[in-house]
């Protein structure tokens, strides 16, 4: 059964996102009354040498344990104590999920937009740098009215900018 439930190997790659989601939570449970200054502060604390465990590659990670929150959760617990039981109130365990996927995507999506950017940059040294080479442009497949390979290399910034803006709005 462990084979079958342990997603560890794959989700490990979410601890920053699980990490900080956690942290936004312990400071709303904490603005709003839920946990005192001291279990805030312990969870805070007890998050960070988490992350600076994992990030060094000392973090005993457990297949049995299932997957990265209850890794994170367990280890927490170790760490501080009863204060680390108190981390899901008001949230569920598909709550957690939900907010590390989405963080994990909007990361992605800003590596993607930065290395759409970087390749635009490169087109556009390109373009300006072949402004005047004459080249045949194509229309369906078939030669049309001559372009320069500057104008044609416009056109993949210009397809790309349209893709960023996908990625940014996802």
């Given amino acids: 059964m462990e084979a079958i439930n342990a997603s560890i190997d794959v989700d490990k790659r979410l601890w920053r996102e699980d990490i900080d989601g956690s942290k936004a939570h312990a400071a709303m449970l ?19 040498r988490i992350a600076g465990e994992i990030a060094a590659g000392a973090f005993p990670f457990s297949a049995q344990l299932e ?3 209850m890794n994170i959760e367990a280890r927490l617990k170790d760490l501080i104590g009863a204060p680390a039981l108190r ?4 949230r569920s ?12 995507c909007r990361k992605a ?10 390749l635009q940059r490169a087109l556009l040294a390109q373009a300006e740098r072949h402004a005047d080479w004459v080249m045949p442009g194509y229309t369906h497949l078939q ?5 320069t390979l500057g104008h044609h290399l416009l056109a993949y910034v210009e397809m790309l900018e349209r893709d960023c803006t996908r990625f940014i709005d996802a």
């Fill in 30 to 48: 904490a603005a709003a009354g839920i946990l005192s200054a001291a279990d805030h502060r312990a969870i805070d604390e007890g998050l960070g």
């Fill in 67 to 69: 997957d990265i929150h």
């Fill in 93 to 104: 365990r598909n709550d957690q999920v939900a907010v590390d996927f989405r963080l994990w």
């Fill in 87 to 90: 981390l899901h109130t008001a």
């Fill in 143 to 147: 030669i049309a009215q001559p372009v």
């Fill in 109 to 118: 999506a800003d590596e993607a937009a930065a290395a759409i950017d970087a």
